[in-house]
């Protein structure tokens, strides 16, 4: 068994080549190859894959710390290797022959996958026909399976339950649409089925999992017992807490010797002000992480216990979410005020930086508003559901 530390520690030795090829990444609008082989080489890829097709089956605070380690590097390969990890940790989920589909003659399969079902289906014998376009399938150059969000229907076309169903990437066309502003390295792509084939042991109910009802035995798998939304959400943390801290470096290695403008300060580190200004995004970051490890322990240590989170802890987890990004968020955009305008020449990795938090931190599953309200509202008592998502 490969530890916490160890993974991470592969991770950080990575972050040189990931910064090697931020700029191709960001240009190609795909994380180049030598990267991808890289981290598959370092095991990075299959930190929630079962450990009897050779994963680490590791834990949701590996995964968020592995992400950030990357995040250090590029923030767009830690957003692949991130949605790669929680997709086939999603796989972990499906019964045993679905698993059996995806890793069983590829211990190295890798999953991406989009949850809204924006697609329709047709109840057939064995499973349903499917058509549909998913955006955005983040790292869908990459993948060899993608789990996509479909409605299911009865023999009459009714939709009688929301599902997640399981597709060869070979099955599926990609349409090139992911033209960004930050975060464009992560090729998030629309994925398209044309009445594609689904069997019936390759679909998930979501209400169900919603509530941890899975249909594959987890007995002795703790990971695979892990809350489902709190987990989605989470994970989508990790890429930001390194973004945060690789603005952080990038400023603090260069105070010493940047002078303030139109100041007397020859050094930005002479400045009580930028040093206030650093000391609170520190903090900042600090938090972030914080309510990070605080909402991956919870998951965790549910799973081990063999218990599942009662509503309000699974929406605080939510909120901790999103108030470690908005707190990431806020750190860099004083790190970036602290370093100038500078800091927007397109040589500078702080612009980059600054728009791949800012368009990962937009993600509905982690936007911080609605889910201070989803807290909110269960910590009052409140019975209003405005999600599902929880």
């Known amino acids: 068994m490969t530890s916490h530390e160890e993974l991470v520690a592969r991770a950080l030795e990575l972050r040189p080549l990931l910064r090697e090829h931020a700029a191709s990444t960001e240009a190609d609008r795909r994380v180049p190859e030598p990267v991808i082989k890289a981290i598959a080489d370092a095991g990075l890829f299959k930190l929630a894959t079962p450990r009897r097709y050779g994963g680490h089956q590791s834990s949701v605070r590996t995964m968020v710390d592995v992400s950030a380690a990357l995040a250090e590097g590029d923030g767009s390969t830690a957003w692949v290797v991130t949605l790669v990890n929680v997709c086939n940790w999603l796989t972990s989920l499906f019964p045993v022959k679905a698993q059996d589909d995806v890793f069983g003659a590829a211990p190295d399969a890798r999953v991406t ?43 009459s076309g009714t939709v009688v339950d929301q599902g997640l169903a399981l597709a060869p990437r070979a099955d599926l066309e990609l349409e090139d649409t992911w033209f960004v502003a930050g975060m464009k390295g992560t090729a998030s792509n629309c994925l398209i089925a044309e009445d594609i084939f689904v069997p019936e042991h390759r679909v998930l109910s979501v209400p169900a999992a919603i509530e941890g009802d899975y249909p594959a035995d987890h007995a002795d798998e703790p990971l695979a017992r892990s809350a489902f939304v709190p987990v989605l959400a989470l994970v989508l943390a990790g890429p930001q807490l390194g973004l945060g801290r690789a603005a952080l470096d990038y400023v603090v290695e260069r105070v010493g010797r940047k002078p303030i403008s139109y100041s007397f300060y020859e050094t930005q580190a002479e400045s009580v002000a930028v040093q ?81 938090a800012n368009t990962a931190g937009r993600h509905a599953v982690a936007a911080p508003t609605l889910a201070f309200e989803i807290y909110g509202k269960a910590l009052v008592g409140s019975d209003e559901r405005i999600t599902p998502l929880v």
């Open 113 to 155: 996958g989009v949850l809204s079902p924006t697609s329709s289906t047709v109840r057939v014998d064995g499973g349903w026909r499917v058509t549909g376009r998913w955006y955005y399938n983040s790292g869908s150059w990459h993948s060899d399976w993608a789990v996509l969000g479909v409605p299911l229907t009865d023999d």
């Open 276 to 356: 206030m200004q650093i000391a609170e995004a520190a903090l900042r970051l600090d938090t972030a992480t914080l309510h990070v490890h605080r909402a991956a322990a919870d998951i965790d240590e549910a799973a081990l216990q063999g218990t599942y989170p009662d509503f309000t802890r699974r929406a605080r987890v939510r909120a901790d979410t999103g108030w470690a990004i908005q707190n990431v968020l806020e750190a860099i955009n004083t790190l970036v005020s602290v370093h100038g305008a500078g800091s927007f020449a397109e040589v500078n990795p702080l612009q980059r930086i600054w728009r791949d």
